[in-house]
């Protein structure tokens, strides 16, 4: 299964960005999605995550800003992120789960990862 990310730039704070996933190769079914960040010098952390029964999770600093997506039938989904703050600037990495998943730090692929970059 490959994921290709796209969205990512440079933006101001304050500015939105739709970050999107797509995963093909296999016939891998999708039962979830989340998006992970790293920022230079940090771990990497769980930002949002969403079943596809639609159970959402979204990191209490990204609450009221982001917002995620998924279409398991096109197996793509996307992070809608507004309101951006320079704290938010770091790699973002789509990752994604099939039935067997144990949990959301634990996903069964990733992607490699766009860029954002929001300034000040």
């Known amino acids: 299964v490959q994921l290709v990310e796209s969205g990512g730039g440079l933006v101001q704070a304050g500015g939105s960005l739709r970050l999107s996933c797509a995963a093909s190769?296999?016939?891998?079914?999708?039962?979830?999605m989340s998006w992970f960040r790293q920022a230079p010098g940090k771990e990497r952390e769980l930002v949002a995550a969403i079943s596809i029964t639609d159970y959402a999770f979204y990191a209490d600093s990204v609450k009221g800003r982001f917002t995620i997506s998924v279409d398991s039938a096109k197996n793509t989904g996307a992070l809608q992120m507004n309101s951006l703050k320079s704290e938010d600037t770091a790699m973002y990495y789509c990752?994604?789960?099939?039935?067997?998943?144990?949990?959301?730090?634990?996903?069964?692929?990733w992607g490699q990862g766009t860029r954002v970059t929001v300034s000040s």
């Open positions: 990752a994604v789960y099939g039935p067997a998943t144990t949990g959301w730090a634990t996903p069964d692929y």
């Open positions: 190769g296999s016939t891998f079914s999708i039962n979830g």
